[in-house]
């Protein structure tokens, strides 16, 4: 209850600081721009003055949020990805170097590979299937709703859930883990199914796509609907039948959509961390680069070079995609 009390009252404290804020800051811009009393150009350049002033006011917290937690922070990741491990003595690139040479993070490299690879690829296929399958049935909209559900849910909460879908019991015990049911079930032996080197990499991944398939199924009805009409009546009279007209109209009208996407499920798939945190701790060769960084930031390692370092590395990875990302959604939304 306690907690609760705490969450609550934040919540409150934090909408009521927006109001005062917003209402404070909106008073202060008015007497100091006041228009009444002045009369022609001196009271339009008044109102001038506010209204250019006011987006501003805003956006000032929002900005110096983003300063605080994301502008600093890169830069002192940076810097301190060239110090040693207390974060003092300048080191140059011997964090960077040793990267290069730990096993660790080479299958840490291999795993996120292998992620890549997989969950935005899955992701995007199953939302672009369920979001043309359920424009075609009267429950539709029941459907995508199921589907979409797992997106309110938190990575942590998933992989709790998931837990019980890979709960595994010594033979000859009852068997509560989904799976593992079902296997005793077709007459095999249970497995400890995330002890299993490489093929739990997989399994884990299975979370992942489980939560992003509503997202990818949300952007591309969206997209599907958009594409005019006209164009798949006259594939339809040309004698195209259905699987010719999704792949061959269809899906070439929303590519722009299937890459923003598939390459926002990229990023996330960079910075995955809770899933794997909670379901393996990153051991039985499941280590991916961000508990991989924060091992070494805050756990057994406490070395804040070289858990910068591989912070560092994720961000040269994330930026490009991202860049692109906003390029190709920016043009996409001239283009229309």
Same mark, same amino acid.
């Given at each position: ?109 291999? =795993? %996120? @590979? ?9 992701? *995007?296929? /199953?939302?672009? !299937? +369920? ?68 093929? =739990? %990499? @997989? ?9 992003? *398939?509503? /997202?990818?199924? !949300? +952007? ?83 070395? /804040? ?32």
């Amino acid at each position: 209850m306690n907690q609760l009390f705490y969450a609550v009252t934040t919540m409150a404290a934090g909408v009521l600081a927006c109001v005062a804020y917003f209402y404070v800051t909106n008073r202060l811009l008015d007497r100091v721009f006041l228009s009444k009393g002045f009369t022609g150009a001196q009271a339009s350049r008044n109102l001038r003055r506010a209204n250019a002033i006011r987006p501003w006011l805003f956006m000032a917290p929002a900005i110096v949020a983003l300063a605080v937690y994301l502008v600093y922070p890169v830069f002192e990741s940076v810097r301190l990805s060239f110090h040693g491990r207390d974060g003092r003595a300048f080191v140059g690139l011997d964090n960077y170097l040793w990267m290069v040479t730990d096993g660790e993070f080479r299958q840490s490299i291999v =795993n %996120n @590979f292998l992620w890549l690879l997989v969950v935005p690829a899955l992701s *995007t296929v /199953f939302g672009l !299937v +369920i979001a043309a399958l359920t424009d075609r049935i009267w429950w539709g909209n029941l459907a995508r709703t199921l589907i979409f559900m797992p997106m309110a849910i938190s990575f942590v909460g998933a992989a709790v859930i998931w837990k019980f879908v890979y709960d595994y019991r010594s033979a000859g015990n009852e068997q509560i883990g989904l799976l593992n049911a079902l296997v005793v079930w077709l007459g095999a032996a249970p497995e400890a199914w995330m002890t299993i080197p490489f093929w =739990n %990499n @997989f399994f884990l991944m299975a979370i992942l796509i489980w939560i992003q *398939t509503g /997202f990818a199924m !949300v +952007i591309l009805s969206a997209a599907l609907r958009g594409i005019p009409q006209e164009t798949v009546e006259a594939a339809v009279i040309d004698g195209a039948n259905g699987v010719q007209i999704f792949f061959r109209i269809m899906v070439p009208q929303i590519r722009g959509a299937i890459a923003v996407v598939w390459t926002t499920i990229t990023i996330l798939v960079l910075k995955v961390f809770d899933i794997v945190l909670a379901m393996t701790n990153g051991q039985w060769q499941t280590q991916v680069l961000a508990n991989l960084m924060f091992d070494w930031m805050f756990r057994g390692g406490g070395d /804040f070079g070289r858990g910068a370092a591989i912070a560092v590395v994720i961000m040269m990875l994330v930026v490009p995609i991202m860049i692109w990302n906003i390029r190709n959604a920016t043009r996409e939304t001239e283009g229309r």
